[in-house]
């Protein structure tokens, strides 16, 4: 099955710094997929990314995959508190999805 | 508006019960998804169904058992096979083909005593 790792594991930042959050995978990736999710509540999908090299932008929230597709970066600036949540990482193998173990964001006003 | 609902947001029962979770979805999606999410672990594929009347397990299927009699429908249900059933059941759901995201319902969490 495909093998998601995130880091960190949680981050705790004061409002207004940035953030980068990683997700390597163990095999070539062919769909990326963030989520952020709140406490105790489903998941928010934040964005898709295929090709190598491509980097997209929402708000103040932007995704990277490498050239090698196995490695997706998640970069946040200026973050606020509404950022505050567990970001996921996943990767869809056959008709399959698989999850990192996501990343637990706090930021302090 | 579109989307999926999971019942109850809170479920509580005894150990040895077997205990029903519903998601439904109004979104015309063909795959369906039920994932447990535990401290710690992420969430782990329970079950799928990519079409009505089938379904395939995931990676921790054992103690659990669905149906898909309707496209809108994919209940799960956790037998008292099922060692730890106490967790977080989140229920997904996404068109076929192509690279289309999951969405996701609300999630129910279940707590068994």
């Known amino acids: 099955s495909q093998e998601l790792e995130q880091s960190p594991q949680s981050l705790i930042v004061q409002e207004g710094k940035n953030l980068t959050i990683n997700c390597t995978s163990s095999?070539?990736?062919?769909?990326l997929y963030w989520y952020k999710q709140k406490y105790g509540e489903g998941l928010i999908f934040l964005m898709m990314l295929q090709k190598g090299g491509e980097e997209k932008s929402h708000e103040k929230i932007t995704a990277k995959l490498d050239e090698k597709k196995q490695q997706s970066s998640l970069h946040i600036t200026a973050s606020q508190p509404s950022h505050a949540g567990i970001y996921l990482c996943?990767?869809?193998?056959?008709?399959?999805?698989?999850f990192g173990t996501g990343t637990s964001l706090t930021v302090i006003p | 508006d579109g989307g999926i609902t999971q019942s109850p947001k809170y479920l509580f029962r005894k150990e040895g019960q077997n205990v029903t979770l519903s998601c439904e979805q109004n979104l015309n999606h063909d795959a369906m998804y039920w994932y447990r999410q535990d401290p710690g672990q992420g969430l782990r594929l329970i079950y799928y169904?990519?079409?009505?009347?089938?379904?395939q397990k995931g990676d921790i299927a054992e103690g659990y058992s669905v149906s898909r009699e309707k496209k809108e429908s994919f209940p799960l249900t956790v037998t008292s096979a099922q060692k730890n059933p106490t967790a977080f059941y989140l229920c997904a759901s996404s068109t076929t083909g192509g690279s289309s995201p999951l969405h996701f319902g609300n999630g129910t969490r279940l707590t068994v005593t």
């Open positions: 996943g990767a869809a193998t056959g008709n399959q999805f698989y």
């Open positions: 169904s990519q079409i009505v009347n089938d379904f």
């Open positions: 095999k070539t990736l062919y769909g």
